[in-house]
C-alpha cells in the first residue's frame, strides 16, 4: 500500500483500529501520534495525513496538496471471466491505468459470473482501490459489467465515444490475428484514445470475432504463446502504456 486512500468524509470521523488502512498505519508505516504519511480521497487530491491520536480508534487529519493527473485514455472490454481472475484484473488493470474497465457477456462467457456476489455486494470497489493504492494515485476507472459485446461496442460507436471509445480499437485473439499488438500500437509517442477488447478464458467465439471486426476493431495478438486473460491484459496494458514516453 503506497498510498492510504480515504472515501470523502471518512477523515471526519475516527478510523477504527481493526480497518486495516489502520493497521498499515500504526504496524507497517509504524507511525505515532505527530508523524505523517501520504494519503489521499478517493477521486480527489493527493496529500499527506497526520496521525493526531492512536488507540481503539485513529484520530486524523489531512492537508492536501495536489491533484492527480487525468487516467490514461484506455478503455478494456474484457469477456467476463471467473471471479478471481477478474478480481486480479481489477487490481492490476487500475495499477496500470486505465479509465474504463467493462467486462461483457461474449459468445462463450459463462453468464453466471456477472452474478457473482464480486459484483453484487460492491467487492469489486476494493480491488480497484487496492490498485489504485499501489499506484499512489486517487482516481479510480470506471467499471462495469452488465454490458453485452454488442452494447459495449454500440457505445464505443455511439455519441459518448469520446467518453469511453473511440481513437484506436484493438482485439486480442491468438488464432486470427492480423498483426502484432506492438506494431499496431505504434511507436514510442503516440497517444490518443484506445480501446482493448480481450476475449473470456474460453476465447473469442466467431460471432464476436465478427461484431468486432464490424466496430472496426483490428485482431492483434501478443506472439504465438497462449497466455492466461489475466497475463494477456498486463502484458497489453504495459505495451500500451509504453508508447506513452
Keep these: 500500500m503506497n498510498l492510504v486512500l480515504f472515501e470523502a ?39 499527506q495525513a497526520t496521525l493526531l491520536e492512536a488507540g481503539e480508534m485513529l484520530r ?15 478503455t478494456l472490454l474484457v469477456g467476463l471471466p471467473r471471479p478471481q481472475t477478474a478480481r ?3 487490481r492490476d488493470a487500475t495499477t496500470l491505468g486505465v479509465e474504463c474497465i467493462q467486462f461483457v457477456a461474449t ?25 489504485a493504492a499501489q499506484a499512489c494515485d486517487t482516481r479510480l476507472p470506471r ?7 454488442a452494447s459495449a461496442l454500440a457505445e464505443c460507436a455511439g455519441p459518448r465515444a469520446g467518453a469511453g471509445g473511440g481513437g484506436m480499437r484493438l482485439a486480442l485473439d491468438n488464432y486470427e490475428a492480423s498483426a502484432p499488438l506492438s506494431r ?3 511507436g ?47 502484458a497489453a496494458l504495459a505495451l500500451a502504456r509504453a508508447r506513452e514516453e
Design 143 to 149: 467499471v462495469s459489467w452488465t454490458h453485452t459485446l
Design 107 to 131: 459468445e462463450r462467457a459463462d453468464p453466471n459470473y456477472a452474478a457473482s456476489t464480486l459484483w453484487s455486494s460492491g467487492e469489486w470497489r476494493r480491488h480497484v482501490i487496492a490498485g
Design 184 to 186: 499496431a500500437l505504434g
Design 88 to 90: 486480479d484484473l481489477l
Design 9 to 47: 468524509g471518512e477523515l471526519d470521523a475516527p478510523l477504527p483500529a481493526a480497518d486495516p488502512r489502520a493497521q498499515h498505519i500504526l504496524k507497517v508505516l509504524r507511525r505515532a501520534p505527530g508523524d505523517s504519511f501520504v494519503a489521499g480521497i478517493v477521486d480527489g487530491p493527493l496529500g
Design 188 to 234: 514510442a509517442g503516440s497517444s490518443g484514445r484506445l480501446v482493448l477488447a480481450f476475449g473470456p478464458e474460453r476465447g473469442w467465439g466467431a460471432a464476436d470475432r465478427a461484431a468486432l471486426r464490424a466496430a472496426g476493431f483490428a485482431l492483434c495478438s501478443l506472439g504465438e504463446r497462449v497466455l492466461r486473460l489475466e497475463t494477456a491484459v498486463t
Design 60 to 74: 486524523l487529519a489531512f492537508s492536501p496538496t495536489r491533484e492527480p493527473p487525468p487516467l490514461p485514455p484506455i
